[in-house]
């Protein structure tokens, strides 16, 4: 027996001999999940850019039928500007309320009742022309990003714990293709042939029913996180169901017993808080990450290269009528970078893709800067800096533009897994607001070198992420948490205790989950003799994590 269990490390260390295959059930669950979710923050990333001329007429006509006179400068800029930031606003709503969703509603059922933002959404948006009321359009703005600051939450996690691990990259990857092709999409419907027109816009805010009417009726037929169900629903003929459904076989007692294997060799499975997320030792480094990658996610600059690109396409040369068309190419290029980067995360990994992504932003960055400064004495230079921008956003959506949300899935074991969505949510919708109000005055005050503090933020985070972050593809859940003990400062598992976590055996899986509770006391009584010994009671309250 100890001779068996001394080389299972080894054995289980070399990849599997055969790769999980994809199954209509996954891939549906990834489609319209990410369809009715991050496909609308994207699509409401771009789609008020085309109306924005015909908004502030409509709030101009507005305040004059009301008060008799004109609106003032001031005063439109003052509307349409609270139009636009309320969205990151509803989204730090939205964030801050996940962890309490999905512990009520669960991962699917949260996604399902989102929807219903949506649509309200989307009616008050559609509607408020013809009601008269710029205010329905400064709420629906703000429930629909509520909509997406709980959707970039959930979603991710829904992912993250219904794919085998060697697509789990792969199928995290929906989240932000859908974002890109959202975007895309915004800005398609935005032209004037479409619903780009004086007569038209509000059609293009009613499109918002559309993504979340499909999801409402395909979702509900598909399974919900067998993670979940098992872990804090405690069922388990349900959650074998969902992997049946989502592995497309039969015998799931390996993924079933993984499941209760990462259950063993957590201290609890309840839901952590946030406080008890920050309090933990173990999880100390894998927070930090979470916080800084996704800080670098919306101040890296991409938020921000939007104010100058329809300046450089008319400075190219470009007529105003055809920027429209042109400015589609970027977002072709993002959808394009984000296919990409998902067919070759399972191959590449996450960590190169991500210290790629923020170097090759530096260095585009950086050229961006020389191209804008020399624009004006060159013909040709402005053409420079169109491809400059393209660079920037194909390096964005090469990897920091999705695996941010897919890491923090993976850095987490269950119970500390909502409420890290919930902290990097918060970071991503702050760091989204602070963008659009710094930035301005950023612009005013160093011009063309405005983009080398974006330069500074892609450097240190790839410095950060070399440093720190270790690969996490392919790799369980309880493995990943292992990584990180040594720079956490805590006690690893003993190596029997991890064998019986990792080593599971396609052969023994059934015959261990008939003996789920014995082994559970077995580890339970391992874990109190640990917290007798040590000298650190703290330390041993981290050990019994992994």
């Known amino acids: 027996m100890e001779k068996k269990i001394q080389e299972s490390p080894d054995s289980d260390r070399k990849p599997p001999p055969s790769k999980q295959r994809l199954t209509g059930c996954l891939l549906s669950a990834a489609f319209f999940g990410a369809l009715g979710s991050s496909f609308l923050y994207g699509y409401n990333l771009s789609v008020v850019n085309a109306p924005t001329k015909d908004i502030k007429a409509f709030y101009n006509r507005t305040w004059l039928s009301r008060y008799g006179e004109a609106a003032a400068v001031e005063t439109l800029t003052l509307l349409w500007s609270v139009t636009v930031s309320i ?38 948006l559609a509607l408020g022309e013809k009601a008269g009321s710029f205010e329905m359009l400064i709420i629906g703005r703000f429930i ?29 990857q929906f989240n932000a293709v859908f974002i890109c092709l959202g975007v895309f999409i915004g800005q398609l ?33 598909l399974p919900e996180s067998p993670r979940y169900l098992l872990m804090e629903r405690r069922d388990e003929a349900r959650a074998e169901k969902a ?10 007692s390996v993924e079933l017993e993984e499941v209760h294997a990462e259950g063993r060799a957590q201290i609890t499975v309840q839901a952590a808080s946030a406080v008890d997320l920050f309090r933990n030792r173990a999880v100390r480094w894998q927070i930090i990450t979470v916080i800084i990658t996704m800080a670098c996610y919306q101040l890296c600059g991409l938020n921000a290269i939007w104010y100058y690109t329809n300046g450089i396409f008319e400075a190219a040369g470009f007529e105003k009528s055809t920027i429209p068309y042109i400015t589609l190419s970027t977002g072709g290029i993002e959808t394009l970078a984000a296919v990409i980067s998902g067919l070759v995360i399972e191959r590449v990994g996450r960590k190169p893709l991500l210290i790629f992504g923020f170097s090759a932003m530096a260095v585009c960055f950086s050229l961006l800067t020389i ?68 930035f301005p005055f950023i612009q005013e005050a160093l011009q063309t070198f405005a983009f080398m503090v974006f330069v500074v933020v892609c450097v240190l985070g790839a410095v950060y992420l070399l440093l720190v972050l270790p690969e996490t593809k392919n790799k ?35 015959e261990t989950n008939g003996l789920t509770n014995s082994t559970t006391d077995h580890h339970t009584n391992h874990a109190n003799v640990n917290h007798a010994n040590a000298t650190d009671a703290n330390t041993v309250e981290m050990e019994s994590s992994f």
Not at 145 to 169: A, N
Request: proline letters at 5%; one cysteine or more; a neutral charge.
């Open 371 to 438: 191209f804008l400064h020399f624009q004006d004495r060159y013909v040709w230079m402005p053409y420079l800096s169109f491809v400059s921008i393209l660079a920037v956003i194909a390096s964005f959506c090469s990897g920091p533009g999705g695996i941010p949300f897919v890491l923090t899935g993976e850095l987490f074991e269950q119970s500390y897994r909502p409420a890290a969505f919930m902290v990097a949510g918060v970071v991503n919708w702050l760091s989204n607001f602070a963008v659009g109000l710094l």
């Open 144 to 172: 629909i990003g509520m909509d997406s600051g709980i959707s970039l939450s959930v979603l991710p996690m829904y992912l993250g714990e219904i794919s085998p691990r060697e697509w789990r990259g792969s199928i995290g």
């Open 476 to 510: 369980t859940f309880v493995e990943i948490s292992r990584s990180f003990a040594k720079i956490n400062k805590v006690q690893q598992s003993s190596d029997r205790e991890m064998e019986d976590v990792l080593a599971v055996k396609p052969g023994h899986a059934s």
């Open 243 to 252: 992997f049946q459904a989502f592995l497309g076989k039969v015998d799931v």
């Open 87 to 124: 969205f990151a606003i509803g989204g730090l709503v939205g964030a801050l309320t996940v962890s309490f969703l999905i512990k009520v509603l669960g991962r699917k059922g949260t996604l399902l009742a989102n929807n219903s933002l949506a649509i309200i959404a989307a009616l008050l």
């Open 189 to 221: 419907l935005g032209l004037p042939e479409i619903f780009g027109h004086v007569d038209r816009w509000n059609w293009l805010f009613g499109f918002l029913a559309v993504p979340a009417v499909l999801q409402l009726c395909v979702l509900p037929f």
